[in-house]
């Protein structure tokens, strides 16, 4: 990696673009970004997780058809020194990053990959591995749709399969489905849908993610207790977006989550503009 990687050079970054600042950047801080698409409780476990640490601070949430997450932004908290069965998490910082997803009714995917993106980049720049990346999906609806399938998509080119053993899948909703029909959809997604990211000798993990406290804190001690190292300079991941911006000096589009995202742009606005069109005109 660079010496010195600097985010407000890149042409694609824009002055709203939310990240971690190099000053503020702690090298051994443990980043987990939190992913998938809208409404699934990305920001709903990111709440559980600083109530869990006694934090004050909040994601927005609401109930809106529109998503409620349009930018990356994250939460610094003070990581509990218990947190971690098999390495001293004392005087680490969490830092939870917010992502809005994929299938945004207001964003295509390039847009939101590239908002992504800056943060990543930044932070890798400025010498910051990942502890661990998050992938959410809500147990309840039937049928994956076009929306999911592309947004998965995208979300593996962005890991890349060297950066699997840090990655966890996660279900949310189980307090919204039958626990028995739950668990043959869970069946569905580990055995079909997720197929690529559990299988082979360089995989992911599934978890169960309840909207509590306590669980979503499990979710992050699994995400500790899965790093080889508890220093994330020497245990963290290097995800393969970042390795491409920052190390091989790609812009966001040319990585290979761009291009698979830059195709989707058109039929990501078509579909939007088909859901306002069938909220206004009843059809």
């Not at 010195?4 to 970054?13: A, G, L, P, R, S």
């Not at 995208?154 to 189980?174: H, N, Q, Y």
Request: glycine share 8%; aromatic share 8%.
């Amino acid at each position: 990696m660079p010496k010195v990687y600097n985010i407000q050079k890149e042409k694609w970054k824009k002055p709203e673009d939310n990240y971690l600042p190099r000053d503020e950047a702690r090298k051994d801080d443990i980043v987990i970004p939190v992913m998938g698409s809208t409404g699934v409780g990305k920001s709903t476990f990111i709440n559980n997780v600083l109530e869990a640490v006694g934090s004050v601070a909040r994601a927005p949430v609401d109930d809106s058809y529109t998503p409620c997450t349009n930018t990356v932004a994250h939460y610094v908290v003070k990581l509990p020194s218990t947190l971690s069965q098999r390495h001293d998490a004392q005087n680490r910082r969490l830092v939870l990053v917010d992502t809005p997803g994929f299938d945004h009714i207001s964003f295509n995917d390039g847009e939101i990959l590239r908002r992504i993106a800056v943060w990543l980049a930044a932070s890798y720049g400025a010498g910051v591995k990942v502890a661990g990346i998050v992938y959410m999906h809500a147990i309840v609806p039937e049928r994956m749709t076009e929306g999911n399938a592309s947004g998965l998509e995208i979300f593996r080119k962005l890991c890349g399969e060297e950066s699997l053993p840090g990655v966890i899948l996660a279900t949310t909703w189980w307090e919204l489905c039958d626990t028995e029909l739950g668990t043959s959809r869970e069946g569905e997604l580990r055995n079909e849908v997720w197929q690529q990211f559990l299988s082979g000798p360089q995989r992911a993990a599934l978890v169960r993610l309840e909207n509590t406290p306590t669980s979503a804190l499990n979710l992050v001690r699994e995400i500790i207790d899965r790093m080889p190292s508890p220093d994330p300079r020497v245990g963290g991941i290097v995800l393969r977006l970042q390795h491409q911006i920052v190390d091989r000096k790609k812009t966001y589009d040319k990585t290979d989550a761009g291009l698979v995202a830059k195709p989707r742009t058109e039929s990501s606005l078509a579909r939007a503009a088909s859901i306002f069109r069938s909220f206004i005109l009843g059809f």
